[in-house]
Nanobody, 114 residues
Framework: QVHPVEQGGGLAQPGGSLTLTCALE???????MAWYRRAPGRQRELVAQ???????TYADSVKGRFTVSRDNAGNTMWLQMNNLNPEDTAVYSC?????????WGQGTQVTVSS
C-alpha cells in the first residue's frame, strides 16, 4: 500500500515560501511521483513531477520558483515553493505510482494572500 499524505499547506504572503511534504507508507518505494493543484473554478494541473531516477518536470508557471525533490527510498517527496503569488492559491495533491497503479493523497490547501 502507498496512501500518500500531504502536509505543509497553509497561508503565505505574496513573495513568501512554503514547503509541502508528501509522505507514503514506509517501504512504499514508489516510482514516479508528482504534485498537482486545483484552483477554484479551474481544472487540475500538473505542478511538478519527479521520476524514480530523479528527473524533474515543472509547469511553466512555477519554473524557477518551485523545486521538487524526493528521498532515495521513494517514500517521501517535497515541494519547496518560493516567491509565492496569489495565483498559486489552490489545493495541492500528490500522487505516486507503484506497480502501474497511481495513488492520490487527499490534498492540502495553500492560500497566498496579504
Amino acid at each position: 500500500q502507498v496512501h500518500p499524505v500531504e502536509q505543509g499547506g497553509g497561508l503565505a504572503q505574496p513573495g513568501g515560501s512554503l514547503t509541502l511534504t508528501c509522505a507514503l507508507e514506509i517501504f512504499a518505494r514508489s516510482n514516479d511521483m508528482a504534485w498537482y493543484r486545483r484552483a477554484p473554478g479551474r481544472q487540475r494541473e500538473l505542478v511538478a513531477q519527479i521520476s524514480k531516477g530523479g528527473e524533474t518536470t515543472y509547469a511553466d508557471s512555477v519554473k524557477g520558483r518551485f523545486t521538487v525533490s524526493r528521498d532515495n527510498a521513494g517514500n517521501t517527496m517535497w515541494l519547496q515553493m518560493n516567491n509565492l503569488n496569489p495565483e498559486d492559491t489552490a489545493v495541492y495533491s500528490c500522487n505516486a505510482e507503484k506497480s502501474g497503479v497511481i495513488f492520490w493523497g487527499q490534498g492540502t490547501q495553500v492560500t497566498v494572500s496579504s
